[in-house]
């Protein structure tokens, strides 16, 4: 069965980085597009962008560039988030979330979460 | 950026209530919205795509309609089991966004 399975709970001093990963099975790791959302303590799901995993490609949505990264690893179907120069308000939840080729939004499958708290 | 405006924001209905949760975009999306739910401490889980199609596996008392900027979403008989917070997302332009979501709870 479809798995998305991310790295656990992370605890950073601000001015530190993170790098959240989300191994992916059960299915062709490049046949799908791979999303990330943030979900910030008792607040909504917000779009952070996604990558290619066929090309690497990442698309950033506005006010996630600069200091947040896509990447991937196709040899072990995994994809990662890195965030570098960690402030108090990154403290939120992460998830990866596969969409199809086809943009339609169809997050069928999640990972569990990765809860990074920035605190000094 | 597209918005989407859920309302309400949060509603509390007794078991077995009919309950709707709208959303409405700021422009028109055609039909090209999702509906997840979202359980305390879990990952979102969708129910409904292209505003009005069940997720294979999901209980047939949840339902979608809509079209353009107006969009419903209904539990027919709330379960215990539905207690959760519920998401749109419209997935017509990038950013993809998603409503501010709306909690379900039992009176």
């Known amino acids: 069965q479809v798995q998305l399975v991310q790295s656990g709970s992370e605890l950073k001093k601000p001015g530190a980085s993170v790098k959240v990963s989300c191994k992916a099975s059960?299915?062709?790791?490049?046949?799908?597009?791979m999303n990330w959302v943030r979900q910030a303590p008792g607040q909504g799901l917000e779009w952070m962008g996604w990558i290619n995993t066929n090309t690497g490609n990442p698309t950033y949505a506005q006010g996630f560039t600069g200091r947040f990264v896509f990447s991937l690893d196709t040899s072990v179907s995994t994809a990662y988030l890195q965030i570098s120069s960690l402030k108090a308000e990154d403290t939120a939840v992460y998830y990866c979330a596969r969409e199809p080729y086809d943009s339609s939004g169809y997050y069928g499958n999640w990972g569990q979460g990765t809860l990074v708290t920035v605190s000094s | 950026d597209i918005q989407m405006t859920q309302s309400p924001s949060s509603l509390s209905a007794s078991v077995g209530d009919r309950v709707t949760i709208t959303c409405q975009a700021s422009q028109d999306i055609s039909n090209y919205l999702n509906w997840y739910q979202q359980k305390p401490g879990k990952a979102p889980k969708l129910l409904i795509y292209?505003?009005?199609n069940l997720e294979t596996g999901v209980p047939s008392r949840f339902s979608g309609s809509g079209s353009g900027t107006d969009f419903t979403f209904t539990i027919s008989s709330l379960q215990p089991e539905d207690i959760a917070t519920y998401y749109c997302q419209q997935y017509d332009n990038l950013p993809q966004t998603f409503g501010q979501g709306t909690k379900v709870e039992i009176k």
């Open positions: 059960g299915y062709t790791f490049t046949s799908y597009a």
């Open positions: 292209d505003a009005s």
